[in-house]
Every structure is written in C-alpha cells, then in structure tokens.
C-alpha cells in the first residue's frame, strides 16, 4: 500500500504504520516522511515532562479531554524507557487513557526509548510530523520520567509542561538539577497533598532569581488530575503561552532552532547511515578494525580517506 | 534494520486475575520485545483500537473468567475487520482442551494453558511473527 | 552451659551436611538445609510468645477448646450459572454433610452489572451465579431455612446491596435479621491490590463498608461484616509472610476508617473475620497462622486499644491454593488439597474450603467437589490432626519459623505505615509490584526447574484431554436476561424510581447510612445494575494504578 497516500486520506492503519516504518528505519522510512514533510507545520507541540509518580499520563488524559471538547483532534505520543540489558520495553501509559481508546479523534502511539537518554526517542520528532500529517491539531509527547536528564522535550515542543508533585521529598533538588530551565508551564499536581503550597512559594522563588533570560515568566498551577481539578486552567495557561510564542516571535524562532537542529541531525544520520551500511556490508569496516587494533593503520587517516571517497 | 516484536497483553472481560498476564508481559520484555499493557476489563473494541494505534505484531488476551469462546474470536474478527491480516492472536487462561481446537478454527493462532512456561510463549512469537 | 556444648555439636554437623550438601547442588533450593535446634528459640518464652488457647496472644488459637466442641465449619465455595442451578448445588451440598454454604457470584454481579449490560456479554453465569434482582436471590434460597444455615458471601464493591438482599429474602421467610449467620467479603482495597473487582473509588467505598460495620451492629449482630482477604493477595503470587502482612495492614485501614466514622472499636472488632490461603508449604503455613493471629492481637490491643479479648482474635476462614492446581495430571491435584487441608487445620482455620480436582481446567463438577468436601471429612475424622490443640506448638522449626513471619510482617507493616497506610501504599503502586516482583521470582523458579511442580516441570506424562468438564451453556445468559426483563415489567415502577432517587439523595450526604436507602430499593426489585448505577453516578468509578 502506498502508506503515505493513504495516510493523508485519512486512514489510522497507513498512520501507525507510517510510525513503524520510520521507527524501525524501514528503507521506505525516507520516502514516506519526504511525502509528508510538505503537511507538517500546522500541528501545536505539548510537552509533558516531569519525575515517575508526577501523574503525567493521567494528567495527559484529562488536558486531551478538554481539547476535544474544544472540537480539536489530538495525538499523543508516551515514551516509556528501554531496558539496556534486553533491548525491550513495557509501555503502560495508555493505561490511564484507555478512555481516550475508542475517541476517533484521538490516536495514541506509546515508544520505548530504544536507547536514546533524553527521555524521548531518536524517532520521536518524526512521528510528531507524521502525526501532525495526519491531520492532528494538538500533539501531545510525554517523556520518559526518568529524573533530571529529559532536556529533549525542549526541542521537540512549543510549550513544555513540567509536572511535579509535593512530598516526593527531592522536590528542590529535581528543580536545581534543570527542570527549572525547560518549563513554560509548571502543575503541581496532587495539590490536595500536604506540600503543595510550600512547593508553589519555592518554585516561585526559583523562577524569580531565573528570570532574566526570558520575556516569558513561567506559569504555575495547580491541579488534582484525578479528580479532574485545575485542568481547564491549566489549558488556559497553555494557550497563553502559545499565544505569547506568537506575538512575540518567540513560536518562529523556536521552530527555526528545531529545523536547524533537526536538519543536523538528519545530515549525521544520512552520512552516517551511508558509508557505514556500506562497509559493514563489503566486509571492510572489519577490516579496517582489524588494521586499527594491528596500528597499521590510523583511524583519522581511515576516516578522511571514507569522506573523500563517499562525498564526492 | 532491528528486529523489534511489539505485543499487546490484554484482559478483555471482567475477570481481575492478572497474575499471568503480568508474569507474561514480564518475560515478553525480558525477551527484547516492546509490551504494551492495557489493564483490566478491556472490550474487544478497545484491545483492537489499541492494537491498531501501536502497530503490534502480536495480541496477546489472558481471560480466566471461561468467557473466552465469545470473546477471544470477537476480538480476532475486529482485528481482521480493520485490515491488520498479519496480526497474531495469541490466548491464555483457563480454558479446557475440548475449546482448542474452536478457538484455533476461529483464527486464534495459539493457546497457552496453565502451566506453559514463558519460554514457550516466547518462542511461538519469534518463530510465527513476519 | 548447655548451649556452649550445644553450639559446638551444631557446628560440627553443619560442616558434615555441607560436605554432604556439596554433593548433591541441586538440592540446595529446596529445603531449609538444616536443623532446628532449642538454639533457634533462645528468646522464647512460652507464656508470652503462645500461651494458652484462647488467650492473648492467640498463637495456639481463638477458642480454648480448638475443634473439641466441633471441628472447623466445611464451607465449599459454590455457585454457576443461574440461581436454579445453584440452589439445587447448595441444597446437595447440604445433604453431603457441608456445614455452611458460601456463594460465588458471576463477574457482572461483582461489578455491579446486570446480565443484560452489553459488558456482561459471555461472562454470564461463569464464574459463579447471576444476581439481577431479589426474586433471583429469593430462588438461590429457595427452601433453604436462613435461620439455621450459615452463609458466606464473596462479593465485595456491591457487598451492601447482596446483603440487603440476603436481609429481604430471611425477612420473606419469616427470619429476623438478628438470627442471620453469615459473611460477606466486603474487602475493597485487596480488589485495588489484587483481585480487581472494584467499582468505587477509595473513598465512597470505604463510606460504604463503614457503614455496613454500623448497620450490622445495630440489626445484624452475628453477621461478619467483612472478611478481610489474604487469599487473593496469595493467588496473585505473594509470599506468605506478604499475605498476611498486607491483609493486616488492609484491617487496621478498615478499623482506623471505622473509628474515624465514629465507631468505638469494641462495638464492630469483634465482627471482622481474615481469610487466609492455604498453600503447599505445609510448616510454613501453620507458621503462617500462628503468627497472623499474634501480630493482630496485638495490634488490636496495643495499638487500638480494644479492650474485648473477642477484638484481640484473629477469627479466619480458609481456601486451599487455587493457582496451584495443575491443568496437567489434575487427579493429582486431590493429593495437594489434602496436605494444604492438613496445613489449615494445623494452623487452626474456624472454616475451609477445599478445592476441586479440576478446577485448573473449568468450573468443578459435582464429584469433584464431593471429592474436595471428603478431603476435609477424612482430615477431621480419620487423621487424628484436629485431636491435639496445636499440636506443632514447640517445634523448634515452627516456633522460629513463626517468629521469622511475625518480624518480616511488622517490617512490612511499618513500612505501610511510612507510606501512609494501606491504601496510600496501594494507591503509589507499592503492594502491587511487591507481590508481582514475588509472583515473577516464583514463575522463573519454576521455569528454571530450581521449583519442582510435579507434573508440570518434571514427571510429565503424554495425557489425554480432560473428560467430563462442568460447561455453563451459553443459553444461561439468554434465561438469565429473560427473566430479568420479566421481574422489570411486573414490578411498580415508580416504587423503584422513588427508592433509587432517594438513594440518590442519600449517597450525597456523608453523614447518612446507606444501608437502609440499599434495602428499600432492593425491595422493590431494583436491580443490582440500577442501585449500583446512581452510586457509579455519584461516586465515580476506581481508576487503576497498574506497574509493572
């Protein structure tokens, strides 16, 4: 099937094949996300990041809600970490969206992080355009969870959500650590929790003393997902910075970074993927290993020499 | 290009007994695959959605409740129904050997039965996933 | 210095086995490769650690006479399919000697739907019997005299609305609710950690099981109003030490709820019932019981302060381990009934249930469960087991063994206590992943054959399939759905309207008993899906913590 096409058409199947393909780096990967690139640009970009226990997926589950009832069609993206030792995964997000299952509007793909580190997967990105090709008017991607290594989510969304929750008892040394720089928005979720209001004055503090390198002071609310408390004010919030991305130029700017970040990335892949698929396959980069381990050769020599030959 | 079997574990009906399901989803993750777990009393509606949006390999249904009859080959028509052909659909649970054999006629590609090691499962899945 | 002369004995027979161990490895797993000593119960002392039957601290058991006056209620968890047939299985059962019945309910009923809610669709009937309305309870009892029988009931979320009707049909039949004898589970938060048949979040569900502790109190007095469950905690792969330490903490949530609502502690203590498993490690078993019934008398006089020796005891009914029956060579399976029959005697269970030979297969057939309930029978009366109270009190091996499960259980509780309490520990997913870590180290056991399961991983055989399995016919649900509808068009509609709104009204108000609201609507043959459908409306519905 022409997946692409048929994506475009409208159909779930082509899309969440479309998502494998890329995913495992099919050979028609290229070519599908050549054909989608051109309906890519009009989806807004969700982060939800924050520490394990924070409430993230179901906290994701209730803010989807609200954009429905909005009339906005949604896909979300759930990461979940890779084992290194087996190379698989157990992905348990959709658990707390299994409401969101039968919504037609709604399209829930969940990736292990297949060694990548920041909290997201090396294909993450891609299938963000693939789902925003599908037509998807809000893209939510909610990371790993992890800890304090998640800068990732920076570069793939317009506005980065940080959820964090009172009486984890590292509350300030998770916000030292750097989730203070990658949140426009923060929810303090289970707010009926004792902590709450101590944890909103600190972060404040925080924010405070961080200020000057952004026009943009972020927001903090408070919410209870389960209950389903704070989360329409929450998705003000959100609009709010979306909106302030806009008239201050901030959204293009941004998405300028993302481009240049995502065509390095491309450009490293390529080469890489190119020269490398090349002599894995003609039995020469053994070779050259061997000749390496033997000092007959020099790898910088070995390395000028490929480039030479391969980027004529 | 890496080899990565993702499979759907899921419970439809209404029994709450999810030791297997999890010990399974376990021992899938263990062997390399990608598991996604939907939780208890999924509808064969939603475990097919699921299945669709995640592009599984392989649906996997543990059912204790003796409701397999009319929910393992419901859930193996809507899978086929919404085009994905190459889908294996696996079950386990208690569920009596004179059952098999309809449950296979019905497009149930296997059937674990108490006291199948994991390792089994596991190699039925590598050896019969495209 | 006996112990000196003592230890240097032990020393030198712990080199000898270990040589002798070095020998055969494989063994090495499987049994606690040594000897117990008078050097393992070096704190013992008798008074305080056992004492006698029937005193503080329980160890040897609640009652001073232990099966002297009568042996253990036999109680054989029974139901399928329709009220007719079950009626018909519970009258058998009756007449086979069983002393007590105990009713299993199908999984639409146990969620609080009625057999013709598009969810209920092929589970009708399946695991137990389909309740709709009184008029199916009404045939469930039918000439079975409710003044003189004992009833055990395994429902949980809707456990109100079975027992109001449990009430209405007793009160048909010219029985009083203060001659009911019986238990319902009623133990919601090992739904959350293990079972999953919950409906309500923590909260209302909590409310509702309060208010059944103060309802039956007042109305209900011998009724058990909560039988709070290990057994399922068991099945889903914990250890033993696990079990009874995540079921007590379950109780001290239910009575810390209970106080907090205003109770005095005396007034309900005495009602709660545990129900532990009864697995195949024989000795670790009994140790089990001993020590279950230690660590709650304390906690109940230590740190609830009840007064009434009757609060202090641990009263337990008990079911043999399911999930170890085998599918394969299933006959055997009679053989691992009897010894975990002899476990719960020894351990002094007040009540069993033995399971079925073919229950790893399907639903047991009636000579299964004749077989199952001769189990017990031989045990009591042929074995000499339930001669002697606690007759393995003093063993060096069970003395310590029960120590070592009373020291894990208070680490376990204490735990629980710095997360908050039971359902805090429940809600963070933290008993959860403890019986699952426990449920994958058993299964990779097993796998690796360091585990022996005879007939499954060693001693296999070519077998035939099984013959002669219980089938629940598919036309139970239609019967089932039918006779619904019937009840729906003779009944006074506006009747139900009015009882279900004023339930409605009720569930809103914290301060009021639901119970009463429960019975008047079940009077007028509301339905089972109706009642618990304005609670789901007001309440909500539970939301699944699942890790893994």
């Known amino acids: 099937m022409d997946i692409a096409a048929e994506l475009l058409a409208g159909s779930r199947l082509a899309l969440s094949r479309a998502i494998t393909a890329v995913e495992n780096e099919y050979d028609e990967a290229t070519a599908i996300m050549q054909q989608l690139y ?53 992905l348990g997000d959709r658990i707390r969206m299994n409401e969101l299952t039968l919504d037609e509007g709604v399209f829930i793909r969940s990736m292990g992080t297949r060694g990548s580190l920041g ?25 790993v969870g992890v800890g304090q290594s998640e800068v990732d989510i920076v570069k793939a969304a317009d506005t980065t959500v940080v959820v964090l929750v009172p009486g984890l008892g590292d ?29 909103k004055a600190e972060l404040n503090m925080m924010l405070d003393l961080d200020q000057a390198k952004s026009a943009w002071r972020p927001s903090i609310r408070q919410t209870v997902a389960n209950a389903g408390q704070g989360i329409e004010e929450l998705v003000a919030t959100i609009d709010e910075h979306a909106a302030f991305l806009g008239t201050s130029g901030e959204l293009v700017r ?13 450009i490293e892949e390529q080469i890489s993927h190119r020269i490398l698929k090349d002599i894995a396959a003609s039995g020469q980069l053994d070779a050259l290993a061997a000749a390496l381990a033997e000092r007959r050769e020099d790898p910088y020599a070995i390395v000028k020499r490929l480039l030479a030959a391969y980027l004529r | 290009m890496e080899r990565h079997i993702r499979v759907l574990v899921a419970k439809p009906g209404l029994d709450g007994h999810d030791r297997g399901a999890k010990v399974v989803a376990r021992a899938l993750r263990d062997a390399g695959f990608e598991v996604i777990y939907t939780g208890l009393r999924q509808t064969p509606e939603q475990i097919t959605e699921a299945a669709l949006q995640e592009d599984v390999n392989v649906v996997a249904l543990s059912l204790l409740s003796g409701a397999h009859n009319t929910l393992f080959p419901k859930v193996v028509n809507m899978v086929r129904g919404k085009g994905m052909n190459d889908v294996l659909v696996i079950g386990g649970g208690v569920i009596p050997d004179a059952d098999i054999p309809g449950l296979k006629e019905a497009g149930v590609a296997a059937v674990f039965t108490p006291g199948t090691p994991t390792a089994s499962i596991i190699d039925f899945i590598k050896a019969n996933v495209k | 210095m006996a112990n000196e002369s003592l230890q240097a004995k032990m020393a030198a027979y712990t080199a000898k086995v270990e040589k002798a161990a070095a020998k055969n ?34 160890t040897r058991g609640v009652q001073p006479t232990m099966y002297r006056g009568r042996f253990w209620t036999m109680r054989q968890y029974a139901g399928f399919a329709t009220a007719e047939e079950s009626n018909k299985r519970y009258r058998y059962l009756l007449e086979q000697g069983q002393t007590g019945l105990s009713c299993a309910f199908d999984l639409p009923t146990q969620i609080g739907y009625d057999s013709d809610d598009p969810i209920a669709e092929g589970e009708i009937g399946k695991v137990g019997v389909a309740i709709d309305t009184l008029k199916d309870m009404e045939i469930l009892f039918d000439q079975i005299d409710l003044g003189k029988v004992s009833t055990s009931m395994t429902i949980n979320a809707p456990a109100a609305v079975l027992l109001a009707m449990y009430i209405a049909v007793a009160e048909k039949q010219g029985v009083s609710a203060d001659k009911l004898n019986g238990t319902i589970q009623n133990d919601i938060l090992k739904e959350y950690a293990a079972r999953g048949t919950y409906i309500f979040p923590p909260k209302p569900s909590m409310r509702l099981i309060t208010n059944i502790f103060e309802y039956c109190s007042k109305n209900v007095p011998q009724w058990n109003t909560i039988s709070i469950s290990g ?5 889903a792969g914990s250890t033993a030490a696990q079990e009874i330490a995540f079921t007590i903490a379950d109780g001290i949530a239910y009575v810390d709820a209970a106080i907090k609502a205003g109770l005095n502690v005396d007034d309900f203590a005495g009602r709660l019932s545990f129900f532990w498993n009864a697995h195949n490690n ?99 009366y042929e074995s000499g087991l339930a001669d002697v109270v606690d007759p393995l009190g003093g063993s060096y091996y069970v003395e310590a063994l029960t120590d070592k499960i009373e020291k894990e ?3 376990y509780i204490k735990k629980i206590d710095e997360l908050g309490g039971a359902p805090a520990a429940i809600e963070k997913g933290y008993i959860q992943r403890e019986i699952q870590e426990s449920a994958y180290r058993w299964q990779m056991e097993v796998e690796n054959k360091q585990r022996v399961i005879v007939g499954v991983n060693q001693f296999q055989i070519k077998e035939k399939p099984a013959e002669g399995l219980l089938r629940v016919d598919a036309s139970v649900g239609e019967f089932q759905k039918s006779k619904l509808a019937k009840v729906k068009a003779e009944r006074d509609g506006a009747a139900v309207q009015a009882k279900l709104a004023a339930l409605e009204t009720a569930c809103g108000d914290e301060h009021q008993n639901l119970m009463p609201f429960i019975l008047n609507a079940v009077k007028t043959y509301a339905s089972l899906g109706e009642i618990c459908g304005v609670m789901r409306k007001v309440f909500g519905e539970y939301e699944a913590h699942v890790s893994l």
Request: glycine share 8%; hydrophobic share 40%; proline share 5%.
């Open chain 3, 231 to 235: 057994y399922h905690i068991r099945e």
């Open chain 1, 254 to 266: 941004r998405r300028t970074a993302r481009a240049r970040n995502e065509l390095i990335a491309l």
């Open chain 1, 171 to 199: 509350d300030i040394q998770a916000i030292k650590a750097g989730i203070l720089e990658i949140g426009d928005v923060f929810a303090i979720n289970k707010a009926d929790r004792e902590g709450a209001e101590r944890l």
């Open chain 1, 38 to 90: 051109p309906h890519t640009g009009q989806a807004y970009v969700i982060g939800v990041t924050g520490p394990p226990g924070a409430g993230k997926s179901t906290l994701t589950d209730k803010l989807v809600k609200v954009y429905r009832r909005q009339g906005k069609t949604v896909g979300i993206i759930a990461v979940d970490p890779t084992s290194p030792f087996s190379g698989g995964a157990i």
């Open chain 3, 282 to 380: 024989v000795l670790e078993e009994v140790a089990k019981f001993r020590a279950s019934r230690r660590v709650w008398a304390k906690v109940m006089k230590e740190r609830f302060g009840a007064q009434s020796p009757k609060s202090w005891m641990l009263r337990v009914h008990t079911q043999t381990a399911g999930s170890m029956l085998t599918a394969q060579q299933p006959d055997n399976n009679i053989v691992r009934v009897a010894l975990q029959t002899a476990a719960a005697v020894l351990g002094g269970t007040q009540s069993l249930h033995t399971n079925s030979r073919d229950e790893a297969l399907a639903l047991p057939t009636e000579d299964s469960v004749r077989i199952a309930l001769r189990t017990q029978q031989i045990v009591a």
């Open chain 3, 409 to 411: 259980c208070w680490e």
């Open chain 3, 25 to 58: 490895p494989e063994r090495q797993n499987l049994v606690p490769n040594r000897l117990y000593t008078p050097l393992d119960l070096e704190a013992f002392d008798y008074e305080r650690d056992l004492g006698f039957p029937g005193e503080y601290p329980f």
């Open chain 1, 119 to 143: 909290g997201l997967s090396r294909k993450t990105a891609d299938v963000v355009k693939i789902m925003d090709a599908a037509g998807k008017d809000v893209i939510f991607v909610e990371t």
